[in-house]
């Protein structure tokens, strides 16, 4: 059953496309914007479009910016050396959420996932490898290109005394904070392989009893891995 | 904590000004249109604008349309003597859905609510009016106007035409489908007392158990209203 006019319809069917939006949500927004000011919902159509035209990806640690380097990349108290590896940048914002940490990050753009097609060759894994040594010296196999020698266009001489200091640091940890799920344990073990033969160590983010939880209804894979990374107290 | 993009940010805020779109959807909604081709992006905001710019409201039953009139008012298959009365488009559309109505709608633009600040002048009730008797026969102390004496600019003849023969359709019924609860009950018994001196029969859609409904866990007022509504076999 259709709305009578088309432009409605055609609304409700566009905001479909998002993803938890089911038909009765669209129908329910596409109400709301037949009320709301014209100014406002020109707003949120220039938001959509600005996304698309204006945010681009970090030369340094690949998240989402307006302004390459972003904000992490470029802020001089962030502590270089220490570098979180994440699948998107939903993940960065998480963890920047906690308030936490002080490293910087690098957003892998996904996980190793056979039954996706996603393998290691699309995800940014050389260009994390070249934040670690210098292009001759990542092995061969490790799929990806070391990325253009020139810097990208947008990149000004400030911005290209960032990428050099952060390519100067020397990283000590690398933090694996993928999800703890068979993708992210395969995409943890293929970047361990890797980086475990340099000077740097790698470890990733504990996982057990969410805080809050009852061990009564805990899963056995969730309390398994609990026991398994018990500490002393 | 935000996005080290503005832009990103900028389309979050944007979309928690939705119903029912809180922030955590908002970015979750954001990184799905990060992901997004762009030219599926500048559909989505191509509908949002078409919905402020080509929406109009049905001169006959004041529903959402692209076309005066709406398709429903324009179908000569339509009884044109019941007039259902709701709140707003999304009512038609959910009577459309039952499949089981074939007469005629008239969109009120909301229910009499005295602490939200709506009085019977801010709905089309006079405009309700206006369809079962000459403007001369109504009441003066029905609020509004009795609408422009030329038709509205986007009205050509055909159209005309149609609007002049709804209003020599003689009305016999006028359901009240409005919902149950205080507001509509206001709203229900006002229009009543209006139009109970015409000669047009005034019904309310019926309250009673839902269908699937369990009566050991029915409220009271729903289950007062049941008895109260039963019907013969």
């Known amino acids: 059953m259709q709305f009578s006019s088309e432009s409605v319809e055609g609304l409700v069917e566009q905001l479909t496309k998002l993803p938890s939006i089911g038909r009765k949500t669209a129908q329910r927004l596409a109400a709301f914007v037949l009320k709301m000011p014209r100014a406002e919902v020109v707003e949120i159509a220039e938001a959509l479009i600005a996304v698309k035209d204006r945010v681009r990806e970090c030369t340094i640690c690949h998240n989402v910016t307006d302004r390459n380097p972003c904000v992490i990349c470029r802020a001089p108290r962030r502590d270089r050396s220490t570098i979180c590896v994440v699948e998107d ?101 293929y970047i361990s392989q890797l980086v475990n033969p340099l000077e740097v160590s790698v470890t990733r983010i504990a996982r057990g009893l969410p805080i809050g939880g009852d061990l009564e209804y805990a899963d056995e894979a969730t309390l398994s891995r609990a026991l398994e990374g018990r500490g002393s107290l």
């Open 89 to 189: 940048a939903n993940d960065v914002l998480a963890i920047e959420r906690t308030g936490e940490y002080r490293g910087v990050y690098h957003v892998l753009g996904g996980v190793i996932s056979p039954l996706n097609g996603i393998g290691p060759e699309d995800l940014r894994i050389r260009e994390l490898m070249r934040r670690l040594v210098s292009a001759d010296d990542i092995p061969d196999d490790v799929p990806g290109t070391n990325g253009s020698a020139t810097p990208p266009e947008d990149v000004d001489a400030e911005a290209e005394a960032i990428i050099e200091a952060h390519q100067a640091a020397a990283v000590e940890e690398i933090i694996l904070a993928v999800n703890p799920n068979v993708e992210g344990d395969t995409t943890a073990y």
